[in-house]
């Protein structure tokens, strides 16, 4: 079991190095090192250089490092492609997917390395159990931005239905599936709303633009001290029910099946795995 977290993703726009350097210090899961469209198109060249060489320069630590390449429909995908995919991130984000041969392409030209799609438009929604099922997969990640825009919805209420597919067709497959970003990045408590919700909803997190966001993605995303209390019964009830030749235990009036167990120990491995990351240094 793979029990990576991923509560908190952040952007970095590649042509920012005061910001990329940061992130060496900051405590996010994962980032994700934008070549696309925080990027504006005269600064390409110069971000695409500087993001090979903040790669190659590391530094790090556990964070995944995974980087938003340009389309390759574009005129800087297929440069982008060829100068990151070979500093081997862990990842390559690529926007707009809208059908499974889009990630083939890439796959190609970059074997080995997990790909993430982005869902964005009508089309990416519609073709999401199609997309998540590619063998190079990793993860999906919701780019609301460009979704509100093409439904022409006008508040996330708007996107439940597309959210929602793409996480249903995410977990049919296994992946990843990380929620969109909160634009009002100085407003904590429409992004802790967020936050709960893409968590009541199953995402595994969210993805952020600015660093005064991690904390509270971090704090929802992961197991609280209550779940994990909460967890440890449940096992114990079990193993005591079992062992009195039950296969149901009852816990706080709620009954407890294996299948409580299983969930119980994924949170707890979660946590394991939170906890190893340790001080968040380099
Ligand atoms: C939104 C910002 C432009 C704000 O930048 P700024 O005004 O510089 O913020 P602060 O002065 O508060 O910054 C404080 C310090 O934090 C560093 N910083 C800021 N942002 C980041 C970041 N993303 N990562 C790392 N570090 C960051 C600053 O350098 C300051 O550091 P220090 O010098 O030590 O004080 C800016 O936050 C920003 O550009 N954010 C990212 C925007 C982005 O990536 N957008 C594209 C992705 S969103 C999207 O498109 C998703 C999808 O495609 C969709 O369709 O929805
Ligand atoms: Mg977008």
Same mark, same amino acid.
């Given at each position: 079991?793979?029990?990576?977290?991923?509560?908190?993703?952040?952007?970095?726009?590649?042509?920012?190095? +005061?910001?990329? #350097?940061?992130?060496?210090?900051?405590?996010?899961?994962?980032?994700?090192?934008?070549?696309?469209?925080?990027?504006?198109? =005269?600064?390409?060249?110069?971000? +695409?250089?500087?993001? /090979?060489?903040?790669?190659?320069?590391?530094?790090?630590?556990?964070?995944?490092?995974?980087?938003?390449?340009?389309?390759?429909?574009?005129?800087?995908?297929?440069?982008?492609?060829?100068?990151?995919?070979?500093?081997?991130?862990?990842?390559?984000?690529?926007?707009?997917?809208?059908?499974?041969?889009?990630?083939?392409?890439?796959?190609?030209?970059?074997?080995?390395?997990?790909?993430?799609?982005?869902?964005?438009?009508?089309?990416?929604?519609?073709?999401?159990?199609?997309?998540?099922?590619?063998?190079?997969? /990793?993860?999906?990640?919701?780019?609301?931005?460009?979704?509100?825009?093409?439904?022409?919805?006008?508040?996330?209420?708007?996107? =439940?239905?597309?959210?929602? /597919?793409?996480?249903?067709?995410?977990?049919?497959?296994?992946?990843?599936?990380?929620?969109?970003?909160?634009?009002? @990045? +100085?407003?904590?408590?429409?992004?802790?709303? #967020?936050?709960?919700?893409? +968590?009541?909803?199953?995402?595994?997190?969210?993805?952020?633009?600015?660093?005064?966001?991690?904390?509270?993605?971090?704090?929802? @995303?992961?197991?609280?001290?209550?779940?994990?209390?909460?967890?440890?019964?449940?096992?114990?009830?079990?193993?005591?029910?079992?062992?009195?030749?039950?296969?149901?235990?009852?816990?706080?009036?709620?009954?407890?099946?294996?299948?409580?167990?299983?969930?119980?120990?994924?949170?707890?491995?979660?946590?394991?795995?939170?906890?190893?990351?340790?001080?968040? =240094?380099?």
């Amino acid at each position: 079991m793979d029990s990576r977290p991923w509560r908190s993703a952040l952007y970095i726009p590649a042509s920012r190095p +005061r910001a990329m #350097e940061k992130a060496r210090g900051l405590p996010c899961d994962a980032i994700l090192f934008d070549l696309e469209d925080a990027v504006a198109p =005269a600064e390409k060249p110069s971000a +695409r250089t500087a993001l /090979a060489q903040a790669l190659t320069a590391g530094g790090y630590g556990p964070r995944a490092r995974i980087v938003r390449i340009n389309a390759l429909s574009t005129e800087w995908g297929a440069e982008d492609l060829s100068t990151i995919a070979p500093l081997s991130p862990d990842g390559l984000l690529l926007p707009k997917v809208s059908a499974p041969e889009e990630l083939s392409v890439v796959a190609e030209r970059a074997p080995g390395i997990p790909l993430w799609a982005m869902i964005e438009s009508p089309a990416g929604v519609l073709n999401a159990p199609a997309i998540a099922a590619h063998p190079a997969l /990793a993860g999906l990640v919701l780019g609301t931005n460009d979704l509100a825009e093409a439904l022409g919805a006008t508040s996330r209420a708007g996107l =439940a239905h597309a959210l929602q /597919a793409t996480l249903l067709a995410g977990r049919a497959a296994g992946r990843v599936v990380l929620d969109g970003v909160c634009n009002a @990045f +100085r407003d904590e408590t429409q992004l802790r709303a #967020e936050c709960a919700e893409g +968590r009541a909803w199953g995402f595994d997190g969210k993805t952020l633009i600015h660093p005064a966001q991690i904390a509270a993605a971090n704090e929802i @995303f992961g197991p609280s001290p209550e779940e994990l209390a909460h967890a440890r019964a449940v096992i114990d009830a079990h193993a005591e029910a079992e062992a009195a030749g039950q296969g149901v235990a009852v816990l706080e009036g709620r009954i407890v099946e294996s299948l409580h167990v299983r969930a119980a120990r994924v949170l707890l491995a979660r946590a394991n795995a939170i906890e190893e990351r340790g001080t968040w =240094a380099g």
